[in-house]
């Protein structure tokens, strides 16, 4: 039988028992291992011998997520004397900006994923990508713990040179009762899968006959909690998606009401109000400036209000002398304070701003060449540029995709020329020590951000304003991230998805 | 601020309060009901009103289920003298035949299904969906009791002058203990989902510094349980997706044993076996003639062995007093043996086949128009036609999407024509009663039926035997479905999504 091929085997199996249909027939499709290990052949295939030992000659680098900052690591690296390992419980990237899209069904979900082993396999590193979530990191030992994202939670330790933390953060619900439980968040893929299906399902409610008119209406009240480019984003697709889409395939009289109301305003935006509580079936507000309560009913509620740390990572804060801070703190090269030999970037850290003031006198000595105890003109002006290059009077950088993915190509960078500038430092020149930094600092370039509105208005801040411009300008947005960060399969998928959507409409089946 | 845009206020607002992000701001999307409740409209909206009532013209037809019978009965569906109600959990129709390669992600989820609601909107009748599951039927007041399928299980009662039962059935695991814990079944869009989740998931494990051989072992072995179409195409497309695709993005030397192998053979037929016991890591099978047992390690096993009666229709039966039957039973018209206003068509009935012999005194009597106690060879030869109509040896029919989709087309042709067949009926001579019946019995036409097993291989059983045919003959096999069943819509989705994949491959991300 050996040497039958499947189908040959199928179809004699077939015709020679007639009634297979009525047994249990059992295939077993072996994947990679399999077959090999049946044979019994000699090399075993096991992937641990090929992991990168210590004290060999190549840095083995750690990286920690598969987002915009890690993802922009790992597609900029491109010095070959690294061994890099990828850890992150999502095999795939994904092309954020696009959720809102994904949650009415504008764009597919695997439209805006990447996997991140296609992305390794067109490098020319020696990558490997572990589908594990780091739950503890070690500085002291240089070790990172894992623990594999399916339910076996097989649990392994992975030794690192350099460290690049790039986890993103956790949604923040600022400890309000009831979030967990009842709200949907817009970070991940599944998660505008879920709320796409949500919302389908708040219609097909709303046209079941028991329910009363009371009901009715609160099925039909889908709620945005914050006020961020996200929030507003999903505001307005979703607003588009029901008047545009569903009202015109359920009941026509909720159609003629929602066309009618829709064509003017349908989106009801409360400000100075806090969340206080969350139940099932509804969300208690307070106004921030009288104390004043209220309750919104509800059918669908996302919160979008912001960000906090992850716990492994406030774990290892309080290992680095870091536990009293809210957030992880890098200096301006992305190197987190109190270590040296790992970076942190994204959301899941901020850069510590140094102060002139901090540092006044050490400047001062150093600009002071003669040691005179005054500056001379020229004296001043020589340590001016230094002065710029370091404290360049930058607030907290905001926690998007255009910051994180700017991050990891400049700590890319960095890593690919590092040789040569530990040799020819490039940097500001070390106040209180000899000698220059090997890089100049980060600096963040904003490209202006963009919150599409739905229908034709997109809001544009380019840059300090927010200001109205024509919805094709849209796409100036994408193509800024598209040119750095996307592969041309995503694009197209992109593109072609827009294209489904023009000719046939959103769809609204629960899938 | 009730004029002005919703941009408009976003933009002053955002302007007003330049620290917005940092509130909790509240935006509400109301759909189809709330503004024009909150407006004090007079019309409710509330779609009971337009419940259709007895003793109104209109006959009700209800019909129970979306998938191949049910949706064809709907689309062929044209007599405007019915009041139409589909009751399904699922608002959407499945074109099943291609859910293995949704499992492999060759065709994406939304291209093989069609809102329900997009059907409806294109028909000219008065037809009401709710997404509703029915938990009872009622033969005696003529009622449907419904339960809506999202968490807070809504109930209502709907009335019926017809009902068309088109459900299908549930997987049949033969109580076997584990298979519902432990195995993938291969029934509806979300089963390829996941299974396709948890190959990858597999692969991915497999990659893991911890495992043992064995474990590794264990973790890519794939294993199909059940030998009809569905479980060989799944398993040639899996062996596809696995040996062109997956291996080439994992570990090097996996991926050159696993190149050799699949190019010779990577599927194991094991027939004669049955399935005793599913563990979390290990199906038990026996030897059928020997009663010899072994074990199989699995990592990910789909269990396709066939089909069996919902308990929602158990307990119709024996309402109907079929309580000994297995499989709901209908006559040639489908009509539900025992009832005289329900049908009931697709996986969750049988036609059950009369027998000549039980009535060949009737026919007799029939046939000797003369009564002379014997058949002359002319009055022979006048009775044969009728009984070639009424037995057509017919064995029983597959449960297949062809059979469902056929029996759907031929009621709604016979609801069509109802009036007018009841005055001139055209089917055979009633043998036990006077005049002929309404309709011609239903006729199953076999249009052959095709298993892709994957690479350029193809078997086809056209009709008897099974031949191999080259894939690209997979095309006939899906334009016979599709130029009865399929919307232009989704025909031109698969067609994209197939140039997708020719052009860059099977995508390996979770989603």
Redesign the interface.
């Known amino acids: 039988m050996?040497n039958?091929?499947?189908?040959e085997?199928?179809?004699r199996?077939?015709?020679?028992?007639p009634s297979?249909?009525?047994?249990?027939?059992?295939?077993?499709?072996?994947?990679?291992?399999?077959?090999?290990?049946?044979?019994g052949?000699i090399?075993?295939?096991?992937?641990?011998d090929?992991?990168p030992e210590a004290g060999s000659e190549k840095k083995r680098v750690v990286i920690l997520g598969t987002g915009w900052a890690g993802t922009s690591f790992l597609k900029n690296l491109k010095n070959p004397s690294y061994d890099i390992q990828v850890i992150s419980p999502?095999?795939?990237f994904a092309f954020t900006p696009l959720l809102p899209n994904v949650t009415v069904?504008t764009v597919?979900?695997?439209s805006v994923?990447?996997?991140i082993?296609?992305i390794?396999?067109k490098k020319n590193l020696n990558v490997?990508?572990?589908?594990?979530e780091c739950y503890r990191i070690d500085a002291k030992t240089k070790k990172v713990y894992c623990r594999?994202?399916?339910k076996?939670k097989?649990?392994?330790v992975v030794d690192y040179d350099y460290l690049v933390i790039a986890m993103g953060a956790r949604v923040n619900t600022?400890n309000t009762p009831g979030v967990e439980e009842n709200c949907h968040y817009l970070k991940e893929?599944e998660d505008a899968q879920k709320i796409r299906r949500t919302v389908?399902?708040?219609?097909?409610?709303?046209?079941?006959?028991?329910?009363s008119?009371d009901e009715?209406?609160r099925?039909?009240?889908?709620?945005?909690?914050?006020?961020?480019p996200t929030?507003?984003e999903f505001?307005?697709e979703?607003?588009d998606f029901?008047s545009e889409d569903?009202?015109?395939?359920?009941?026509k009289?909720?159609?003629t009401?929602?066309e009618e109301?829709?064509h003017r305003?349908?989106?009801?935006?409360?400000?100075?109000?806090?969340?206080v509580k969350v139940s099932d079936k509804e969300?208690s507000?307070k106004v921030?400036k009288t104390g004043e309560t209220s309750t919104?009913p509800?059918?669908m509620a996302v919160w979008s209000?912001?960000i906090a740390t992850r716990p492994v990572v406030m774990d290892f804060m309080k290992q680095i002398g870091q536990a009293n801070r809210r957030v992880l703190a890098t200096d301006e090269w992305l190197r987190v304070e109190g270590t040296n030999s790992i970076y942190a970037l994204g959301d899941c850290a901020t850069i510590n701003q140094r102060k002139v003031m901090e540092d006044i006198s050490a400047i001062f000595q150093k600009a002071d060449k003669d040691s005179s105890g005054t500056l001379t003109v020229k004296e001043f002006q020589e340590a001016l540029d230094d002065i710029c290059d370091r404290y360049p009077q930058m607030k907290n950088l905001p926690a998007t995709a255009q910051v994180a993915a700017q991050q990891g190509s400049y700590l890319a960078d960095c890593f690919n020329r590092m040789e040569q500038c530990t040799k020819n430092p490039e940097g500001p020149l070390r106040f209180r020590e000899f000698g220059r930094h090997r890089f100049r600092p980060f600096r963040y370039k904003h490209l202006g951000q963009f919150a599409p509105?739905?229908g034709e208005?997109t809001?544009a801040q380019l840059p300090g304003?927010?200001?109205?411009i024509g919805h094709s300008s849209q796409w100036l947005w994408y193509s800024v991230y598209a040119s750095k960060q996307v592969s041309w399969?995503t694009r197209s998928?992109v593109v072609?998805d827009w294209m489904?959507c023009f000719i046939?409409g959103r769809?609204?089946?629960?899938?």
């Open positions: 050996r039958l091929s499947f189908y085997r199928f179809s199996t077939f015709r020679e028992y297979i249909s009525r047994f249990l027939v059992v295939f077993a499709v072996s994947g990679g291992g399999l077959v090999a290990y049946s044979e052949n090399q075993t295939g096991a992937k641990i090929e992991l999502r095999n795939y069904g597919e979900a695997r994923v990447e996997p082993r296609n390794i396999k490997i990508y572990w589908e594990a594999s994202s399916e076996d097989e649990e392994f600022f893929v389908i399902d708040c219609f097909e409610k709303a046209c079941l006959p028991t329910l008119d009715r209406k099925v039909l009240q889908f709620v945005v909690v914050g006020g961020g929030g507003v505001a307005a979703l607003h029901v569903l009202v015109k395939l359920f009941d009289r909720i159609a009401f929602a109301n829709f305003d349908g989106i009801d935006l409360r400000t100075g109000e806090m969340v969300i507000t921030i919104i509800y059918g209000t912001g509105l739905g208005q809001a304003d927010w200001v109205s399969h998928l072609s489904r046939f769809d609204s089946s629960q899938i």
